[in-house]
């Protein structure tokens, strides 16, 4: 069945670091990618998305590029900030359009 | 309001006892879908409606789960006879329509405590 893999937390970076969060899937036909991201004490909230091959999805500085021939949706930032520390879930959508998550990568910047 | 609203934002049930959750989901949205998210991981699917109709539930762990959306707006999920491994937050979803393939939007879900 369709599943997502993402890299293990909590990832501990400086703040204006390059920042890289790995995620993989393995999914029948072509889903649609997404990164999620869950602030502290917050619900789940879309930060980017990708619906075909080669697409760049990007928002508030983080880009993911869906990478059909590695079946790779990895998510960076150029300079990371201490407002960043959150949990992130790669997420795909497949035909049945339920969504399936990654396990969540926690993300913590220090200042 | 303009997102999707759960209620209540905590609860803490005995075990045995039986509690309901509920989600209303954005105004118009016709599709709307129930996670499951046990801590450290995470949102699993759990069921998903298309107006009133529930179209799979395949993802309800046990019998004792049930869910419903009577109207096509606001959605209940029951679980009777709790049990300690129910103790997770369950997230309520919705979307305009399965034919858009657009993004689910979350709410901020409720924790369920089970003692």
């Known amino acids: 069945g369709d599943s997502v893999t993402q890299m293990e937390g909590p990832v501990t970076l400086s703040e204006e670091a390059f920042l890289t969060i790995n995620c993989t899937y393995t999914a029948t036909g072509y889903p649609s990618l997404f990164w999620y991201v869950q602030y502290p004490g917050e619900g789940l909230q879309l930060l980017l998305k990708?619906?075909?091959?080669?697409d760049k999805g990007s928002n508030k500085g983080f880009e993911a590029t869906y990478r059909k021939e590695t079946t790779s949706f990895h998510l960076e930032k150029g300079s990371v900030q201490v407002s960043d520390s959150a949990v992130y879930f790669c997420?795909?959508?497949?035909?049945?359009?339920?969504?399936?998550f990654g396990k969540g990568t926690r993300l913590h910047i220090l200042p | 309001g303009a997102g999707v609203s759960q209620s209540p934002r905590y609860k803490v049930a005995k075990r045995g006892q039986d509690v309901a959750l509920r989600c209303d989901p954005i105004s118009g949205h016709v599709s709307l879908f129930w996670y499951q998210q046990a801590l450290g991981q995470g949102p699993e699917f759990l069921t998903y409606f298309q107006n009133e109709a529930q179209l799979d539930k395949s993802g309800l762990p046990s019998d004792r789960f049930f869910a419903e959306r009577p109207e096509g707006s606001v959605s209940t999920l029951k679980i009777q006879r709790t049990q300690q491994e129910d103790s997770a937050v369950y997230l309520c979803?919705?979307?305009?329509?399965?034919?858009?393939?657009?993004?689910?939007?979350f709410g901020d879900g409720t924790r369920l405590s089970i003692l």
């Open positions: 997420a795909l959508n497949g035909r049945d359009d339920k969504i399936i």
């Open positions: 979803a919705s979307s305009l329509d399965i034919a858009t393939m657009g993004p689910q939007h």
């Open positions: 990708a619906t075909k091959a080669d």
